[in-house]
């Protein structure tokens, strides 16, 4: 196969996923349509080195994860963290369930690799997953790698439904109290008013047209390397993943300036380096033999099974404490099976399907967008990537 054609059909695949994923209002993931596709292709005629033969490599994918977690630490907004500390609370609560009921229950099922494989891709989104499926795989568990993949593939099928379900719950709810006069119309929404481009304190004397997108990706690679360098000069004290110093260095290159936010969209680049890292999570799955497929689909449902209670348990635990009602509680910890753009998709979709009224709709918006956005955040982006570099070395 050429490697052009191989280019074609892989990236169709892609954009089939995200059409039925559009068209049915993201009830069917993205992901889970891709994955089949890559399935039956890998099946039937694709050659096994399909997506490297369209040009992506291993190593240019650790490239790519490089930037995009050094890239995920200048999102991190200290402000609105600040006003979300509930929110952060409860979603640590929600990922705490997961860990400590899959430990307690899912080690009694299944062998202990199976447990820690599992608790970073359904706690988290794509890089989780690709950390944990490399991890395997470098071990020599190769079914135990593509399961990495299934549950990150799989996890959105609960939490989508189950979200939109409470989520319903609590929009009645606010509606209710807001329609009896309960509760004030601030005409405000946190959550989507736009935060001002931050300066680069770092550069602020150098004219605006040296930033180039060149420039841009150089200071990102140079994040990246300290992480990398730093992981290196530490190996022989303490064991740290170089990905998860890259989100502590993104967050740190960003608060004093040398970044700003949202650095690799501005450099042009995310779009591409999240389709080479997506094209590479579904080239996990060539190893993937039917029976290797109905082999894992008892442990995928318990696990999600049981990662749906220990989410639902504690988080209605401190949702209680902080005074939060349970429906937004289990809402906001549902957030890390699929974080964004879903949550964000899924909580805007409730609104419109409550009310078609503008103070009412931003009511809403206002209560219940900004501590979704915050949950995914917190748990798809750090929580999850530190896990599976914690994780990743007990394989």
Not at 108 to 113: A, M, P, V
Not at 257 to 280: D, P, R, T, W, Y
Request: aromatic residues 12%.
């Amino acid at each position: 196969m050429s490697q052009m054609l191989a280019l074609v059909i892989v990236v169709a695949i892609l954009f089939i996923g995200d059409l039925v994923s559009t068209r049915t209002k993201a009830w069917i993931p993205s992901v889970f349509v891709s994955a089949v596709l890559f399935l039956i292709g890998y099946w039937t005629f694709f050659p096994q080195d399909i997506v490297a033969t369209a040009g992506v490599p291993p190593v240019v994918v650790t490239m790519m994860i490089y930037l995009l977690i050094t890239n995920m630490g200048t999102l991190l907004s200290i402000q609105q963290l600040k006003e979300q500390w509930k929110t952060i609370l409860i979603a640590l609560a929600g990922i705490l369930g997961i860990v400590v009921i899959l430990f307690g229950i899912g080690t009694l099922l299944f062998d202990l690799k199976t447990v820690i494989v599992a608790i970073p891709p359904l706690v988290g989104g794509v890089l989780s997953s690709l950390i944990m499926s490399e991890g395997a795989a470098n071990a020599g568990l190769t079914t135990l790698s593509v399961f990495a993949i299934v549950i990150y593939v799989m996890a959105g099928f609960a939490g989508y439904p189950l979200t939109s379900f409470v989520l319903k719950k609590e929009g009645i709810m606010i509606l209710g109290k807001f329609r009896k006069g309960d509760l004030a119309f601030t005409g405000k929404t946190s959550a989507s008013s736009d935060e001002s481009e931050e300066e680069l304190k770092m550069f602020r004397k150098m004219p605006k047209q040296y930033n180039t997108d060149y420039f841009k990706f150089f200071r990102l690679a140079f994040v990246g390397f300290l992480a990398y360098l730093v992981s290196t000069l530490l190996d022989p004290l303490v064991s740290i993943s170089p990905y998860v110093l890259c989100l502590l260095f993104g967050i740190i290159a960003k608060s004093i300036g040398f970044l700003e936010s949202h650095v690799l969209q501005k450099a042009n680049g995310f779009g591409i380096c999240v389709m080479i890292l997506m094209l590479f999570v579904f080239d996990g799955l060539k190893v993937a033999t039917p029976s290797m497929i109905l082999e894992m689909i008892y442990p995928l449902i318990v696990t999600i099974v049981l990662g749906v209670i220990g989410m639902y348990i504690f988080s209605f635990i401190m949702g209680k404490m902080l005074k939060v009602s349970k429906n937004m509680a289990f809402a906001i910890s549902l957030t890390a099976f699929y974080g964004f753009p879903a949550d964000y998709i899924i909580t805007n979709e409730v609104i419109n399907s409550l009310t078609q009224d503008e103070k009412e709709r931003k009511v809403l918006t206002d209560h219940m967008l900004a501590p979704m956005l915050v949950g995914g955040f917190i748990s798809v982006t750090i929580v999850s990537v530190v896990l599976a570099g914690i994780f990743v070395g007990f394989l």
